[in-house]
C-alpha cells in the first residue's frame, strides 16, 4: 500500500512470455495496482495506464489486473465504443506486430504489442479477441473471458465473437450466457450447425449441474475426505494440513493465502490470514498482508458491483456499487492510519495517509500529514502540489500560491505530468488573484511545455483581455470557490 519509488515489476523481454511472479514480484505488482487505483480515482488516467500495463505484463493472468486495465481505459474514452480519434492509424505498426507475434506464439511480445493497441482503442475487436486467444493457450480463463466481453461488448451481434465467447463460457460452465451466445450465433448464421449443438449440449449439461451430480466444475471427482481420486492431496489440502500439525508456522498460512490470492478467492485469504495473525501474536507484517487481502476483496467486490450496476442500470444497484466503494475508501483510510502509527517514522505511510484524507476532503487532517512527509526529499515536489491544493480547498489562497510555486521549483523536469499539473494551478490562482505577471509567467511556461494542456490558451487570452481593459472594474475577479473545491488530488 505504501508508495514505493519503484513499484513497477520487471516487464516481459521480447521474444518470450514471463514465468508467474514471484510472491516478492506479487508484492511489487499488487503495489503498482493499488497505484494505479490511487490515479484512476483521481482521473490521471494516462500514468493510471502505465501503471496497470505493468501490472497486465507482469501477471497477464490476473483478473483484477486485467479489469482494472480496461476498466480504466472505458474511463478515459467515456466509454465511447471508438477510443482516440486516430487510432486506426497509431496502431498499425502493433497490429502487424500481433498478428506475427499469435503465429509464432510468442506471448510475451503479443500482449505487450496488444495492449500498447487497447491504450488507444479498447475496443479494438481484433486486438482482444488476439489476447482472449492468448490466454486460452496459456489456460488463463478469467482473463480470457474480460478480454472476450469487452469484445463481445464492441460488436455484440457478430457471430464469430459470439461463437468464441460461447465456448470459453461453455468451459466456465456459465451456462445460461453460453446458450445467448449461441443464440445470437444462431440469429446471424440461420441453421449453424455447431450453434444447435452447442445449445442442445449446454442445456443438458445445466440441466445434470442444477440435478447436483458429483463431480466438481473440471468433471474431478472428489472424495468425501477432500482428496483427489488416488489419495494425492491437493497444494491447498497439503498447506491446511501443515497448519494443523504446526500452527505457528507463518511461513504455510502465508503460502495458502497466496494460492487462495491467486485464484481470486479472497475471503479464503482473509480468513487465513486472520488465523495467522492470531496464532503470531499480532504480527506486523501479517496484518499488512491481512488488510492488503481485504482492500483486494472490497476492489473485487466493487468491480462486480459497478459492472452490475452499468449493465442494469438500476438505482438499487448503484447504490449497492457506491456502498462498497465507501466501505473500500474507509477501510483503506483505516488501514492507512494504522501503518502510521506502527511505523510513526515512515514517511511513505504518512504520504499515503495524506492522500488518503485529500481524498475524503479532509484538508486539515491532510496538511498535518503533508507537511511531515515533505521531509522525504523524493516526495518534496509532490507533497508542496498537494498542501497547495489542500489550502486552497480551505481557502486560504497565499498558502496554496506559495505552496504551487515551490511545487513548481522541486518537481523534476522528468515528472512532467505533476510539473504541468503545478503550472496550471499556479498560473490559475495567480489569475484569479489578479496577479496577472505571476499568471502569465506560469502559464506561458506550461504552453511552451504543453499548449494543448487543459484550458491553458483560454487563460492565456484571458490574461491579454483583462491588461487591454485593465482600467475597467468589472473585469476583475476573486478566487473562484469552486476552483478551490473541484482541484483533483495529487498523483502520489
Not at 198 to 206: G, N, R
Not at 274 to 281: G, Q
Given at each position: 500500500m505504501s508508495s514505493?519509488?519503484?513499484?513497477?515489476?520487471?516487464?516481459?523481454?521480447?521474444?518470450?512470455?514471463?514465468?508467474?511472479p514471484t510472491p516478492a514480484q506479487r508484492k511489487r505488482l499488487q503495489k503498482c495496482y493499488e497505484h494505479a487505483n490511487l490515479q484512476m480515482r483521481q482521473e490521471n488516467y494516462d500514468y493510471a495506464t502505465e501503471l496497470f500495463t505493468q501490472c497486465v505484463l507482469g501477471d497477464p493472468g490476473n483478473l483484477l489486473y486485467v479489469q482494472g486495465f480496461l476498466g480504466n481505459l472505458k474511463q478515459k474514452y467515456n466509454n465511447n465504443k471508438k477510443g482516440d480519434k486516430l487510432a486506426f492509424m497509431k496502431v498499425l505498426g502493433s497490429k502487424g506486430m500481433v498478428k506475427k507475434a499469435s503465429l509464432q506464439k510468442d506471448w510475451g511480445s503479443l500482449f505487450k504489442s496488444g495492449l500498447e493497441i487497447?491504450?488507444?482503442?479498447?475496443?479494438?475487436?481484433?486486438?482482444?479477441?488476439?489476447?482472449?486467444?492468448?490466454?486460452?493457450?496459456?489456460?488463463?480463463?478469467?482473463?480470457?473471458?474480460?478480454?472476450?466481453?469487452l469484445a463481445l461488448d464492441a460488436d455484440p451481434k457478430d457471430p464469430n465473437i459470439n461463437r468464441t465467447c460461447g465456448r470459453a463460457l461453455g468451459r466456465r460452465k456459465l451456462f445460461d450466457q453460453a446458450i445467448a451466445c449461441w443464440h445470437r450465433v444462431e440469429q446471424a448464421i440461420p441453421g449453424d450447425e455447431e450453434a444447435a449443438r452447442?445449445?442442445?449440449?449446454?442445456?443438458?449439461?445445466?440441466?445434470?449441474?442444477?440435478?447436483?451430480?458429483?463431480?466438481?466444475?473440471?468433471?474431478?471427482?472428489?472424495?468425501?475426505?477432500?482428496?483427489?481420486?488416488g489419495g494425492e492431496l491437493t497444494p491447498e489440502q497439503r498447506l491446511q494440513r501443515e497448519i494443523r500439525r504446526n500452527p505457528s508456522d507463518m511461513s504455510k498460512y502465508?503460502?495458502?493465502?497466496?494460492?487462495y490470492l491467486r485464484d481470486d478467492q479472497f475471503a479464503k485469504a482473509e480468513d487465513v490470514l486472520?488465523?495467522?495473525?492470531?496464532?503470531?501474536?499480532n504480527n506486523p507484517e501479517i496484518r499488512e498482508r491481512w488488510e492488503d487481502a481485504q482492500l483486494r476483496h472490497l476492489r473485487q467486490q466493487l468491480a462486480e458491483a459497478e459492472k452490475k450496476a452499468e449493465q442494469t442500470g438500476r438505482p438499487e444497484d448503484q447504490r449497492k456499487a457506491e456502498q462498497i466503494k465507501q466501505q473500500l475508501f474507509e477501510k483503506d483510510l483505516e488501514f492507512c492510519k494504522n501503518r502510521v502509527e506502527r511505523f510513526p517514522n515512515n514517511l511513505a505511510y504518512k504520504f499515503d495517509l495524506a492522500v488518503r484524507y485529500q481524498l475524503v476532503g479532509q484538508y486539515k487532517e491532510a496538511i498535518s500529514e503533508y507537511q511531515q512527509a515533505q521531509n522525504d526529499p523524493k516526495r518534496k515536489g509532490l507533497c508542496m502540489l498537494a498542501l497547495g491544493q489542500c489550502f486552497q480547498a480551505i481557502k486560504q489562497y497565499s498558502l496554496a500560491m506559495r505552496h504551487y510555486e515551490t511545487a513548481v521549483q522541486e518537481i523534476p523536469d522528468r515528472d512532467a505530468v505533476n510539473k504541468k499539473k503545478a503550472l496550471h494551478l499556479a498560473g490559475k490562482l495567480a489569475l484569479a488573484l489578479k496577479d496577472l505577471d505571476t499568471a502569465d509567467r506560469y502559464l506561458s511556461t506550461l504552453a511552451g511545455l504543453d499548449f494543448s494542456y487543459k484550458d491553458v490558451s483560454a487563460l492565456l487570452d484571458k490574461i491579454a483581455r483583462l491588461r487591454k481593459n485593465a482600467g475597467e472594474a468589472k473585469s476583475a475577479e476573486t478566487p473562484a470557490e469552486d476552483d478551490a473545491g473541484t482541484e483533483e488530488p495529487p498523483q502520489a
Open positions: 514505493q519509488e519503484n513499484t513497477s515489476p520487471t516487464t516481459p523481454d521480447e521474444g518470450r512470455f514471463p514465468q508467474p487497447l491504450k488507444l482503442n479498447p475496443w479494438d475487436v481484433g486486438t482482444l479477441t488476439a489476447l482472449a486467444a492468448a490466454c486460452e493457450e496459456l489456460e488463463l480463463y478469467d482473463a480470457q473471458l474480460v478480454y472476450l466481453r452447442a445449445i442442445a449440449s449446454l442445456t443438458v449439461e445445466k440441466a445434470i449441474n442444477e440435478g447436483k451430480y458429483d463431480g466438481d466444475a473440471g468433471g474431478t471427482k472428489v472424495a468425501k475426505g477432500g482428496a483427489a481420486d502465508v503460502e495458502l493465502a497466496d494460492l486472520r488465523r495467522a495473525f492470531e496464532a503470531s501474536d
